[in-house]
């Protein structure tokens, strides 16, 4: 096991505060919206093989900016109607939704199939389909399971307890350890209901209001600990019942840094994390050891940027020079820093809308390079016979790390604390991590992990690689200082409009 010493630190400039109009839980599920970088195994959707629900994908939705686009909301009314009048037994409907089809009209009911191994039930999410959700994601999970964002389990009666004990689970599809923690399940005589979101404003949506959703687990992106805390949706953890997340187990950045603990207290305990970094053909054009070798004049018309969600905007102020001040930025340096992306823009022809259009533009050779995509692009191009690499230049990567959190509605916290011990197990957080293709936290997994996989992500030089590489939070989402997540939207939006 490589030697993993020191204490890493957290970039601390990146709380977002709130008002007490962005405390508010309608506001907030029309803001948040973070938007899934993770590649994962792929699903299928097919009938219904141990418990089936009918339901009409044409509920009603929330109010959206024109920023977010047509992001498709579920009212719980609507779903619970719908699954009191269609029983199982009904015939099946048309064929699976499909990702490019639109949620602001009505398509025709679905069935969906549920996991018979995890008893996961599904459903719908809301699905921001022309703005950034569902980007890294979609590389390996398929088009059929996330662009339903699929999402049903916890609106439908618990039909699934045992005397083992029965958990439900809203996350991220990959994460949730339905395959890794199949045969922990089954000697400990207990069910989980996996459901998965799309994006984060799924989960903020099911937790907020007066009538919040029974849930034992779910989790949370960067920049969103302080929201849910000031929401109160967060309950304490009780580290003492998690022997798996010790200091001598979970690499230091991890190990109750900021985003995770505070005030003496443990509110959220990080899982997996991963990058979003250039991405280029060797054969091509050089290994770009900064961001500006990517103005290169062979770059010219060859270079693209992928739509995936909030990653790009802390590299867009790290090349401005504004790094250390992101995600706080003034209005000035907010205007300066797109101002410098413009010439990144200029060697652009083709706008990725996803990270499998990404792979599908290095594949054909439309483009030489990408701004900042997926680590896991070089295998996936690899598979069609082409060979890509990354590169972390020395402004470092955009990072990311989902973690798991105990929500105010939980009724079986015993067993949540153990299941949250279960995906720390080294011999789990390998599993997940290969499937991801994503960073571990516990340094015992690290021997356990494919070379390729363990050398993307330089364990063995950790100490430098987060040096440069942050764990940035999101914008703040009311200040008079700062320009907020709502404005970084609406500009994000302007700059993909202009391809």
């Not at 187990?249 to 190990?255: C, D, E, K, M």
């Not at 079986?412 to 011999?427: G, H, R, S, V, Y």
């Amino acid at each position: 096991m490589p030697c993993l010493p020191g204490q890493y630190s957290i970039h601390e400039n990146n709380k977002p505060s709130l008002s007490s109009a962005g405390r508010a839980a309608s506001s907030l599920y029309l803001q948040l919206s973070v938007k899934r970088r993770r590649p994962a195994k792929e699903e299928s959707i097919g009938p219904v093989e141990t418990q089936c629900a009918m339901f009409s994908t044409g509920m009603s939705a929330p109010p959206t900016s024109p920023a977010h686009g047509n992001n498709a909301g579920h009212n719980t009314a609507d779903l619970q109607d719908c699954i009191q009048k269609d029983l199982p037994g009904e015939p099946a409907g048309p064929e699976p939704l499909q990702v490019a089809q639109s949620f602001s009209q009505k398509p025709p009911r679905q069935e969906l199939e549920m996991k018979k191994d995890t008893e996961t039930g599904y459903g719908l999410t809301g699905i921001d389909l022309d703005s950034i959700s569902l980007k890294r994601r979609t590389l390996l999970l398929g088009a059929a399971a996330s662009a339903a964002g699929l999402y049903m389990g916890s609106f439908m009666p618990s039909a699934f307890a045992a005397a083992g004990g029965h958990l439900e689970i809203l996350g991220w599809e990959g994460e949730t350890g339905d395959a890794e923690l199949a045969e922990w399940r089954k000697q400990r005589g207990i069910t989980v209901r996996s459901s998965y979101a799309s994006n984060q404003d799924d989960i903020t949506a099911r937790l907020a209001g007066s009538d919040p959703v029974q849930l034992d687990l779910t989790m949370y992106a960067l920049g969103y600990e302080t929201i849910y805390q000031e929401m109160g949706l967060l309950k304490e953890i009780d580290t003492s019942r998690i022997p798996n997340y010790s200091a001598e187990n979970i690499l230091p950045l991890f190990y109750k840094g900021s985003r995770w603990y505070w005030d003496g207290k443990q509110w959220g305990v990080p899982l997996l994390w991963g990058m979003n970094t250039i991405i280029y053909n060797p054969k091509a054009v050089k290994k770009p050891a900064e961001y500006k070798d990517l103005l290169d004049p062979k770059l010219k018309g060859k270079l693209t940027f992928v739509d995936d969600g909030t990653s790009n905007w802390s590299l867009i102020a790290i090349i401005a020079g504004y790094g250390d001040k992101f995600p706080n930025l003034t209005r000035a340096e907010f205007d300066d820093a797109f101002e410098k992306l413009k010439p990144y823009r200029d060697q652009c022809r083709v706008f990725a809308a996803s990270s499998g259009d990404a792979v599908s533009l290095l594949v054909s050779g439309e483009v030489d390079a990408v701004f900042s995509a997926s680590a896991n692009t070089p295998s996936e191009t690899k598979k069609r016979g082409v060979e890509t690499a990354l590169s972390v230049p020395k402004e470092g990567a955009a990072l990311w790390c989902d973690a798991l959190f105990i929500p105010k509605t939980a009724k079986d916290i015993p067993l949540a604390l153990e299941f949250i011990d279960k995906t720390l197990e080294a011999q789990t957080q390998a599993k997940m991590a290969t499937t991801m293709f994503s960073g571990v936290v516990n340094t015992k997994a690290v021997p356990l992990l494919p070379t390729d996989l363990r050398n993307t992500f330089d364990y063995a030089n950790l100490d430098s690689f987060f040096e440069k590489s942050k764990l940035y939070g999101q914008p703040p989402l009311s200040s008079d200082k700062y320009v907020t997540y709502a404005e970084w939207i609406d500009q994000w939006a302007n700059f993909k409009g202009s391809f």
